[in-house]
Every structure is written in C-alpha cells, then in structure tokens.
C-alpha cells in the first residue's frame, strides 16, 4: 500500500511519524502528514513513473492503490491526475473516498 510505499521513500516510521511531523509541519519542513496525503514530489513521483513504465507496456493495465491515502480527497484527485483506475480504503473512508473520486473525474 501508500503506507509502505511513504515509509520506504522518506525513510520514516508511520509508528514514530506523530512524534516528530507535527514539528515538521509547524517548522515549515513538511506542509502535510505524508501519511494522510500522499507525498506528490517523493511518493506521487514514483506511483506516476511506475503507472507511466507500466501503461508504455500494457496500455490496457488497471492500476490503483490500497491504503489510507486512498480515502484522502487531495490524494485521490492526485491518483486520478496521473492516470490510476481506483483506489481502495478502509470501510469508513468509502463515502468521503467515492464523492472525492466523482469530482476529480
């Protein structure tokens, strides 16, 4: 999922993250928790290099995500952006997650 993906690209703990991205945010070094929007320029980078790389192979490939970034409107308007197909979330987001990907289509 996101998640792991996030972790991996910014070489951060989603346990330890609310320790320290508070901090971040206040101090200007992040402008959002990375592990409730998706992180455009590191993670959104590579879910668009990926989708991009695969499509060039199987134009017909269905692409999507799991995870909580899947229920966030801002990272759903980016996953429409760069081409993905859905996205899947946990039970609770499904509403927000369904309104947010009707209006980024």
């Known amino acids: 999922g996101t998640n792991d993906l996030t972790q991996?690209?910014?070489?951060?703990?989603?346990?330890?993250?609310?320790?320290?991205?508070p901090k971040y945010k206040e101090l200007g070094i992040m402008e959002v928790d990375p592990f409730k929007t998706v992180d455009e320029e590191g993670v959104g980078w590579l879910v668009h290099l990926s989708a991009s790389k695969g499509r060039s192979v199987n134009p017909d490939l269905s692409l999507s995500v799991c995870g909580e970034h899947g229920g966030d409107p801002k990272s759903i308007e980016f996953f429409d952006k760069v081409g993905l197909d859905y996205v899947s979330c946990s039970p609770f987001r499904v509403p927000v997650a369904r309104l947010s990907a009707g209006r980024a289509s």
Do not use: V
């Not at 690209?9 to 991205?21: K, P």
């Open 8 to 21: 991996m690209t910014l070489g951060i703990s989603r346990d330890d993250a609310g320790e320290f991205i």
